[in-house]
């Protein structure tokens, strides 16, 4: 099969990787890729975000499938305009994937089908936003409705650090349209778990849970970023509890969904906490996780592209088993992120670390100046480990991330250890 990847990540070289790796494959095509997909994708100078150009470069190339990585352009259509051109596509159409770009859509649907998740207010002014946070003593999330490239959250600890939230989104526009309306919810107590599954429909196949780690510092502190790291399996989290979750949360949500007219094809991510009172959805995506799939995708064992096929309504149900191994990414982050993250370090030492056993290393924010390897985004490179258990596997991508440099590497030390809650 030949096959068009969209995005240029971290998440789409590691679904490169695996998708390297399917019998099935005869060509991959990236766009617009990055240094890393290079090596394992022809790539092309088309943005994400360039609906028209990727569809017509999907038809000038005569793939078979396209891959849609980032939320972007689910969320603006891509999977739609694919369609009407006779080709087929893993992702969500736009209908679908509001469930990512509207937060308060999500809510509607999540109460519609009696998924369980926090209370909430929907507020597009201040005034009423400070009413909803009275009303909590200011201990609650703060999170922009739109898309934010995994900013637009706030957890608060006060009425002063929730209303600064709320004026950033609404008064200061921080985060654009995304920001226009904001939600206060409650803050859950507990710890976080990823949970995504690929569908076909009302299909559902479960995937590896994994646990990402989205503050900044050590110890949980410091500002939300993107993910700076991630394991799976999640201590605690067995097979029985996997199938509760889909049964209470993927499934109902999808059903929903079905129930408006809309049917459901790719990865539905949802981001929970396991609270005292059960699982909680905090959030939904409609792709896969970043940094989720650097630690699921070196777990799988069967073909991704089958799987992914399969979604896609292109072929038979997939058979994807999970590996035994533990998988440990850690993330390493340009100076100055996620708040002002500085580009153009030169960066070394990524063909050593990618030699340890059980490593790969994927390029998340880098470029290629015909001479050096540079930063060129916030998240930098994800170093992913597979090992016996997650004490092995940690060990071996710490080993591996200590022969890379670039000025103001920054990385949390903490990947894999006990969660704070």
């Given at each position: 099969m030949r096959v068009l990847l969209v995005g240029s990540g971290g998440r789409e070289h590691a679904l490169a990787w695996g998708l390297a790796r399917s019998p099935g494959l005869d060509e991959l095509h990236a766009a617009p890729g990055n240094p890393g997909m290079a090596e394992l994708a022809t790539c092309h100078p088309v943005p994400s975000d360039d609906l028209e150009r990727l569809t017509a470069l999907a038809v000038s190339l005569a793939v078979d499938l396209v891959v849609i990585g980032p939320e972007v352009p689910l969320v603006a259509g891509l999977a739609d305009r694919l369609s009407a051109a006779a080709v087929p596509s893993f992702g969500p159409t736009a209908a679908a994937a509001r469930l990512e770009g509207s937060k308060a859509f999500a809510k509607s649907?999540?109460?519609?089908?009696?998924?369980?998740?926090?209370?909430?207010s929907v507020c597009d002014t201040v005034a009423a936003a400070q009413l909803a946070i009275a009303e909590s003593e200011g201990e609650v999330v703060i999170k922009a409705d739109g898309l934010a490239a995994g900013?637009?959250?706030?957890?608060?600890?006060?009425?002063?650090?929730?209303?600064?939230?709320?004026r950033a989104c609404l008064v200061d526009r921080r985060f654009g349209g995304a920001g226009g309306r904001v939600l206060i919810e409650e803050r859950l107590r507990g710890a976080e778990v990823s949970m995504l599954a690929l569908c076909a429909g009302e299909d559902v196949l479960a995937l590896a849970p994994a646990r990402d780690y989205k503050r900044a510092l050590d110890g949980d502190r410091g500002p939300n970023t993107g993910g700076m790291g991630c394991i799976s399996p999640v201590p605690g989290l067995d097979a029985a509890m996997v199938d509760e979750i889909v049964a209470t949360v993927h499934r109902p949500v999808i059903g929903e969904l079905a129930r408006r007219g809309v049917e459901f094809r790719g990865c539905l991510y949802a981001g929970l906490m396991l609270t005292d009172d059960g699982p909680r959805?905090?959030?939904f995506n409609t792709r896969w996780g970043d940094p989720e799939t650097q630690v699921i995708v070196p777990r799988l064992d069967g073909s991704l592209l089958d799987a992914l096929?399969?979604?896609?309504?292109?072929?038979?149900?997939?058979?994807?088993a999970v590996s035994a191994e533990a998988c440990v990414t850690v993330v390493l982050a340009a100076r100055g992120y996620p708040d002002a993250p500085q580009q153009g370090a030169v960066i070394t030492g990524v063909d050593a670390a990618g030699r340890h056993p059980g490593v790969s290393v994927f390029h998340a924010g880098t470029s290629h100046d015909g001479h050096s390897l540079r930063v060129a985004g916030g998240r930098v490179l994800n170093v992913s480990a597979t090992g016996a258990d997650l004490g092995d596997a940690r060990r071996r991508a710490y080993a591996a991330a200590a022969e890379i440099e670039f000025d103001g590497m920054q990385l949390r030390a903490d990947i894999g250890e006990a969660v704070h809650v």
């Open positions: 649907v999540m109460d519609a089908a009696g998924v369980p998740t926090a209370r909430f900013k637009g959250v706030f957890v608060c600890e006060s009425v002063a650090e929730a209303e600064d939230a709320v959805v905090l959030e096929c399969w979604s896609a309504g292109i072929g038979a149900r997939a058979q994807l």
